[in-house]
């Protein structure tokens, strides 16, 4: 049995220490939000935060979790949500981010995590920690006017 916490819920598992944390959410704990992409870490569609910082979870065992708060998609934009994800959720919605949406829990993670250290980010910052976030409909130039507009909105 592994014991994690997952968005604020501390669950207990009957899984291989060895269980990639993207097969953990998904199959064993329904949440479907996390995306497999490449399996390799490269993608960037499974990304995660764990104690705040984005992981891979494709790449990211479940014993490497144990002892740490992991938050999904789901819990990123949850009404108990941290507020760069609720900014980071308004601003996609408004500036139409999405296209076929494959991607963008993945790009959501990633920006939300950024905002949490910078709230002040430079394209140039954006475009560091948006890097290994691959989207396969380009929408790379309204995730970055996203990530602006969240920031306006932490400001508010």
Not at 59 to 74: C, F, L, P, R, Y
Not at 92 to 113: E, H, I, K, T
């Amino acid at each position: 049995m592994i014991k994690l916490n997952i968005n604020g819920e501390e669950r207990e598992l009957d899984i291989a220490e060895d269980t990639p944390l993207l097969w953990v959410l998904r199959d064993e704990v329904g949440l479907t939000g996390t995306k497999f992409g490449c399996g390799v870490a490269q993608c960037g569609a499974c990304t995660i935060h764990l104690d705040g910082a984005p992981v891979r979870s494709c790449m990211t065992m479940a014993a490497d979790a144990v002892d740490s708060k992991i938050v999904t998609i789901e819990g990123l934009v949850a009404e108990t949500g941290s507020k760069e994800g609720k900014a980071v959720q308004a601003a996609w919605r408004a500036l139409d981010v999405v296209q076929c949406g494959y991607c963008q829990s993945g790009q959501m993670m990633s920006a939300a995590a950024l905002l949490a250290g910078n709230k002040k980010p430079s394209d140039a910052d954006i475009d560091s920690a948006m890097n290994g976030n691959v989207c396969r409909c380009a929408t790379y130039q309204r995730v970055r006017a996203a990530i602006h507009d969240a920031a306006k909105r932490l400001e508010a």
